[in-house]
């Protein structure tokens, strides 16, 4: 079984620019969680989607992040304008159902300089 | 105070120690999760439990629901064991994470 799949690996950005990221998640997992690692703390929830509804983006920073998931499977994480505090590592994880064992990618590492 | 609190936050261990990493919750949950982080890797779930104890190879994990508390147990330590352990719990449509425990057995 195919894995969750995240690109690019390793980003490296100027403070102002914008930044995408990828998901593609285990096929037929409905839900997906889009995580905020930063260097030395446990991951940060941003955004959790069932099919292509948003479940909870409590924690999402309204005004400078964005994602979609518009058909249900594969998703995008946006950043507009990177700050430097958005460098850290950003996961992707995907469930069948919310109380399933999460599977993770392997991130995204951003840097803003 | 976060709700999810590990301890310890290092841990050095010589190989073949039996290791115990703890956390503490402080939210009703619908269950634990016992993640693993590799250096520059992702993160790989290793237990996910609601109740009693679950055992995987050199691993155990335990929760007690009442005392708001699960451990996580290596036997035989390995110098492959070393990484990051996170504790992460599901309460209602939510995950909330523990800052992790750095374990590092030397050989």
């Known amino acids: 079984e195919a894995g969750v799949a995240q690109s690019p690996r390793y980003k490296i950005i100027e403070k102002r620019q914008s930044v995408a990221f990828w998901c593609n998640p285990i096929?037929?997992?409905?839900?997906l969680y889009w995580y905020q690692q930063i260097l030395g703390q446990g991951p940060k929830l941003l955004i959790q989607f069932q099919n292509n509804g948003v479940v909870d983006d409590s924690q999402l920073p309204k005004d400078r992040f964005s994602a979609e998931r518009l058909k249900g499977v594969d998703s995008t994480l946006k950043i507009q304008p990177a700050k430097l505090e958005d460098s850290a590592v950003y996961l992707c994880?995907?469930?069948?159902?919310?109380?399933?064992?999460?599977?993770f990618g392997p991130g995204t590492r951003l840097t803003v300089l | 105070k976060n709700e999810v609190e590990q301890s310890p936050q290092n841990l050095t261990a010589q190989e073949g120690e039996f290791i115990t990493i703890n956390c503490s919750y402080s939210?009703?949950?619908?269950?634990l999760h016992w993640l693993q982080q590799h250096p520059g890797g992702g993160i790989v779930s290793l237990f996910m439990l609601s109740s009693g104890k679950k055992k995987h190879g050199r691993l155990i994990a335990t929760i007690n629901i009442q005392e708001k508390h699960s451990s996580l147990h290596i036997t035989a330590s390995h110098p492959r064991d070393s990484a990051v352990y996170i504790c992460?719990?599901?309460?209602?449509?939510?995950?909330?994470f523990g800052a992790g425990t750095r374990l590092t057995v030397k050989p």
């Open positions: 096929s037929g997992h409905a839900t």
């Open positions: 994880a995907s469930t069948w159902a919310f109380t399933d064992t999460q599977y």
């Open positions: 992460a719990v599901s309460a209602s449509n939510d995950m909330r």
């Open positions: 939210v009703g949950i619908s269950a």
